[in-house]
């Protein structure tokens, strides 16, 4: 069984640039999360993603979106990049199972904006 | 709005100490709360996932205890090892598709 992979595992972008980051499912997770770690702080919801469509989202602006794939894959998109988006970006898989299921985590992505 | 807090921020024991962290939210209405370990820069691994329904889970040296109607988890980690250093984070799951983490518990473990 293979766990949550995400790529790449660190990236460096300047002010104003756009990134994607990737993330492959744990096998047989169909739902996907996506979560900004600041440094010293625990992770904050941006988005989950089901069936390819996006199914609840936290407070973070419209720059942040992403993606489904049939696969279950997902990829998480920040436009106009700023400093404060200097964070880990976590993605969590786990089951649609009203609400009682965990979720399993990757290794996170370090991005550093300059 | 749910808000989840981990006292103390950080923690120091000398090796073989019990090990108690603390985690406690503002509304009971949850489906579970998972325990997570973090290592410097790295992802977030599950240690402990315990259901509404459920007062408390063990593994291994580890036990999770769950007051939903208070509001308050607690982790036991006995007889601590050097190994067991990191960042310890409480998450709470209820309805809106989302974990809900505290701002965890930073574990120092001296030989």
């Known amino acids: 069984e293979t766990g949550v992979t995400q790529s790449p595992t660190h990236l460096i972008k300047t002010r104003g640039q756009q990134v994607t980051l990737r993330c492959s499912s744990q096998s047989g997770h169909n739902t996907v999360s996506w979560y900004q770690q600041a440094l010293g702080q625990g992770p904050q919801f941006i988005f989950q993603y089901y069936r390819e469509e996006e199914n609840g989202r936290g407070n973070f602006p419209p720059r942040f979106s992403g993606l489904q794939f049939p696969n279950y894959s997902s990829e998480l998109n920040v436009n106009a990049l700023e400093l404060d988006d200097s964070a880990l970006y976590l993605c969590?898989?786990?089951?649609?199972?009203?609400?009682?299921?965990?979720?399993?985590f990757g290794s996170g992505t370090r991005l550093t904006v300059v | 709005k749910q808000e989840v807090t981990q006292i103390p921020a950080a923690l120091s024991v000398p090796e073989g100490e019990n090990l108690v962290l603390n985690c406690s939210f503002t509304d009971s209405a949850i489906y579970n709360l998972q325990w997570f370990r973090q290592d410097p820069g790295k992802g977030l691994t599950s240690l402990l996932l315990i259901q509404s329904s459920q007062r408390e889970q063990t593994s291994g040296r580890l036990n999770a205890s769950l007051d939903k109607s208070s509001g308050r988890s607690t982790l036991y980690i006995a007889a601590s090892q050097p190994g067991d250093s990191a960042t310890y984070l409480c998450a709470v799951k209820a309805a809106g598709n989302k974990l809900t983490f505290g701002g965890g518990t930073r574990v120092l473990v001296k030989p």
């Open positions: 969590a898989s786990s089951l649609p199972d009203k609400g009682i299921g965990g979720y399993t």
